[in-house]
């Protein structure tokens, strides 16, 4: 099973949720944060920064071109991924 942490809003051009991340990044670089909350957020994003792979490529196809293609990563972890979620817990509390 797989676990996607997501929001209401919809992204234009997949047209799937919005995903955490999206979120917590915009946080991130937010001035009306309070100060205490940022340090907090960017320790738990350079933790995923430094222990979540990120693919080579967004896609399957391996049609001609698809390394041109604009793709968007949408982010999935795997219900046995218990630091990852629990971390993701903690980045939806901000």
Request: proline share 4%.
């Amino acid at each position: 099973m797989f676990v996607r942490f997501i929001l209401t809003e919809r992204h234009p051009d997949s047209g799937l949720k919005d995903g955490l991340f999206q979120v917590a990044y915009a946080l991130r670089d937010d001035s009306a944060v309070d100060a205490q909350d940022p340090r907090a957020l960017k320790d738990c994003l350079e933790w995923f920064q430094k222990n979540l792979p990120v693919p080579h490529r967004f896609n399957r196809s391996s049609s001609k071109g698809y390394y041109r293609r604009a793709t968007r990563g949408i982010a999935w972890f795997r219900d046995s991924a218990a630091e990852c979620i629990l971390r993701m817990h903690r980045i939806k509390t901000f």
